[in-house]
């Protein structure tokens, strides 16, 4: 108020005071930014540059200003190298940059700073503070302006500022004019001031938004009694304070997260979520979490109860996965609360089961409206569905009442859709609930081609057991289904479970059920028999009429290898059906071999047949009867003389040949008979040679064997004894022609001895004659051969 600005500083030898400016009345205002001081007094504005302590510029106030002491000036620095003014109702913008030198005169006394005024802005209040305020338009958008190059220049600034000014209209416009005198008491009386607001002011001078303030006793306050500060913050965001007397006022500028809180206040729910998504992309909710007013959640559910009360419950339950997230309990209640406004069909889709899952009776209220609406989305729904968010059995219950009540629920023909696709969910169900033997009956009404898997895979032989005919009938359905489609005839996949399994589907049952289906009861027992032909020996009589029904080629072959049926029913069946093959089988086995070689010859005329049939039994009078047969018969006798061998003499068939009997092919009949016997001879000749040579060659190697020589030790001990066989005195040993050498002792089974003395025998040098004469005696006294060749031979046959 005395009018003094100094500036005090600390050097090498004290504090140093400046003396800055005097004499002109009351300074209302002061700012300092880097080397500039600018200050404000009743006459104008004055810029100091402490470098050069020079003043630079003199910015005069105003002209028709009101009273500077009631409307004073406000100064703020934008940044380094501009000035922002606000003075009553004008603002002037300031900026200081380098003066340039000149070449007529580069060392003049003038300040090294020049100030020019950018702009000038007129008003319609009296500005009570002034700050830049940030814009979002980017500064390379904009037509780049020059800035100093020294010191004074100011950082680089990314967006363009607007001005943020604190407004404050007058209430008394004589304070404009200064006509202060009042005529009349009314006049005197102070008037109330109005609300004062924050505006934004473009660079053009247009105004971009206005906010009224809500300040105690705003009433009674004036133009110089409010102060507008901005704060310095880390965020992008700029923060202001806004001080009166009584009040202190934060002051932000309005973002995302009030535009959203404004969208939720006009139940504009659906812009608001979409505002907070787009955030969230561009990550900048985190900074709001825990906030008021920016619970995604609880907008969220503000929108879907809006959208119920309208009756839009598609559109609520699209929304519902985003608003009920992972809450299972406000999934559970949002569900209910389209149960009870029968709108479950509408949230029913976006229904999670998994991630998270809700409790069973949500899932089993799902089901049970399936069950009733649309019963091929309830199949689809178990299908799709993991087994264990729901109680299966409850189900189960549920869909066997409603199967229970349909018509026709039982019958194998004329099923309706409904009924067959809740027997198709019943199916599922026991299923999934490990319970496949009562899925199995489903299974087989409904025709599954995975019937006989299912068996085989969950082992359900013993629940089959009464059920032979559904799925012989099954079967035969898809072995017709495979020939109409051209597929090549595979064996009955039923025959083959059956068979497989005789174990845990006893025969006896199976032969039992199917009675009714002969032709399948001929495959079983056919494929148990080619399996065990002892398998089916009880049902071997029934076997034989199966065969001569469905395979009579085959029925042979059942006869020759099946020993269990009876003979003379298979002999009356066989002639039932005129099968004479296997009549002279049967004939044949029960021994009436004469009766079946006639039917060979008087039914089959097959002379071959007749010959073999005559081999197979080997009797003598059959060859008879059927030489005496042939005697009238040329086309046997010719068939007899080319198939003799070792069975008949070629001679005694020819001669029972009548004379004059014409006989078509004798001559090579005859012919044939002459070069097998010729062959014969050959053949016995070569072997005959063969063997000669062969025993030729055995011969000269046994002699040669026997003859030899080995070697022998004194210590090799007799194999019947095992005492050694050089012993002192020597007794008498014998050696055999197989190499064995044992005591004469031991070769003999008798307590006599070989010799009266045969040591001394054996120790003298007897002549030749002697020699001869005692081998003889030894030989003659030896009871067998190699004692141990007969060892071993008795060892072998034991």
């Known amino acids: 108020m005395a ?18 400016h005097s004499g002109e009345g009351p300074i209302w205002q002061t700012r300092w930014r880097g080397r500039l001081i600018a200050w404000a007094n009743d006459l104008g504005v004055k810029i100091y540059d402490t470098q050069s302590q020079m003043r630079i510029i003199f910015i005069d106030r105003p002209a028709d200003s009101p009273r500077a002491d009631l409307f004073k000036c406000t100064l703020h620095w934008q940044d380094d190298s501009t000035l922002l003014i606000a003075w009553a109702d004008e603002i002037k913008v300031a900026r200081i940059r380098t003066r340039p030198r000149t070449a007529a005169n580069p060392k003049t006394n003038l300040p090294p700073l020049i100030v020019e005024v950018t702009a000038v802005f007129q008003l319609d209040c ?16 904009m037509v780049p302006q020059p800035r100093p190059s020294n010191v004074a220049s100011s950082p680089s600034q990314p967006f363009l500022t607007s001005f943020l000014v604190l407004a404050y209209t007058p209430p008394d416009t004589s304070l404009l004019t200064g006509n202060e005198l009042a005529s009349s008491h009314a006049e005197q009386a102070r008037k109330a001031a109005e609300r004062p607001e924050l505006r934004i002011i473009s660079r053009s001078g247009e105004e ?57 206040e006009r139940k ?162 026991y299923t999934m609930n490990r319970q496949p033997g009562k899925a199995l009956p489903y299974f087989i009404r409904l025709r599954r081609p995975n019937v006989f898997d299912l068996i085989r895979e969950n082992n359900l032989f013993t629940s089959v057991q009464d059920q ?143 010959i073999d049939f005559a081999k197979e039994q080997h009797d003598d009078d059959l060859w008879e009867d059927l030489l005496r047969y042939s005697e009238s018969r040329p086309t046997f006798i010719r068939g007899l003389l080319e198939n003799v061998g070792a069975e008949i003499d070629p001679i005694r068939l020819i001669r029972r040949i009548k004379n004059g009997l014409e006989i078509p092919g004798l001559k090579g009949a005859l012919i044939k008979i002459l070069h097998d016997f010729n062959l014969q001879m050959s053949l016995l000749e070569g072997c005959q040679t063969v063997l000669n040579g062969d025993c030729v060659d055995l011969a000269s190697t046994l002699y040669r064997g026997q003859s030899s020589g080995f070697s022998l030790n004194g210590k090799t001990s007799c194999p019947i004894c095992s005492l050694p066989l050089v012993q002192m005195p ?69």
């Open 126 to 141: 009296m500005i009570a503070g002034i700050v830049p305020h940030p814009m979002t338009t980017p500064l390379s958008a």
């Open 468 to 610: 032979v005919t559904l799925l012989v009938d099954f079967d035969h359905e898809l072995m017709e289904k495979r020939r109409k489609e051209g597929a090549e005839p595979e064996e009955s996949t039923v025959i083959k479970l059956f068979v497989d399994h005789i174990h845990s589907i006893p025969i006896g049952r199976v032969v039992q059920q199917l009675e009714s289906r002969p032709y399948y009861l001929y495959l079983y027992l056919d494929a148990l028999f080619m399996k065990d032909s002892h398998l089916t020996s009880d049902f071997a009589d029934k076997q034989v009429t199966l065969y001569a029904e469905y395979a009579p080629l085959r029925l042979i072959d059942f006869l020759r290898a099946s020993n269990y049926y009876n003979l003379e029913m298979a002999y009356r069946i066989c002639n039932e059906r005129d099968l004479v093959p296997e009549m002279v089988f049967l004939l044949g086995r029960m021994g009436n071999n004469r009766q079946a070689l006639t039917l060979i010859i008087e039914r089959l005329g097959d002379v071959n047949r007749a």
């Open 268 to 429: 504009r729910y659906e812009e608001a979520l979409e505002e907070i998504e787009r955030r969230q992309v561009a990550g900048e909710t985190a900074a709001a979490e825990g906030e008021e007013g920016i619970d995604a959640i609880a907008i969220g559910q503000k929108y879907i109860e809006h959208l119920v009360s309208e009756g839009e419950f598609v559109k609520a339950a699209r929304l519902c996965p985003k608003v009920c997230g992972q809450d299972t309990k406000r999934w559970e209640d949002w569900i209910f609360v389209f149960v009870q406004k029968h709108q479950l069909q509408a949230i029913i889709p976006f229904v999670p089961t998994e991630s998270p899952t809700l409790g069973h009776l949500v899932y089993e209220m799902i089901l049970a409206y399936f069950l009733a609406h649309d019963r091929q989305t309830l199949l689809n729904t178990i299908r799709d569905w993991p087994k264990g968010i729901y109680d299966i059995s409850v189900i189960i219950v549920a869909v066997q009442a409603e199967l229970d009540r349909a018509p026709s629920s039982s019958a194998m023909t004329s099923t309706s859709p409904d009924t067959a696709i809740l027997m198709e969910c019943l199916a599922e169900l």
């Open 208 to 264: 971009l938004a206005a906010d009224a303030l809500s300040i105690t006793g705003f009433e009674r306050w004036g133009c110089n009694d409010y102060v507008l500060v901005d704060v310095p913050s880390n965020q992008h965001e700029a923060f202001y304070v806004v001080l009166s007397p009584k009040d202190v006022v934060v002051v932000r500028p309005r973002d995302w997260r009030d535009h959203v809180a404004w969208l939720v």
């Open 3 to 20: 009018g003094n600005l100094v500036m005090h500083e600390k050097g090498w030898l004290g504090h140093k005071e400046t003396l800055l």
């Open 730 to 798: 020597q007794s008498l040993i014998l050696l055999y022609l197989c190499r064995h050498i044992v005591h004469a002792r031991c070769a003999s089974k008798s307590d006599r001895p070989l010799l009266p003395n045969d040591d001394s025998l054996v120790t003298t040098r007897p002549n030749t004659s002697a020699r001869i004469a005692l081998t003889s005696m030894i030989r003659a006294r030896i009871d067998q051969g190699c004692p141990v060749c007969h060892r071993r031979g008795e060892g072998e046959r034991t």
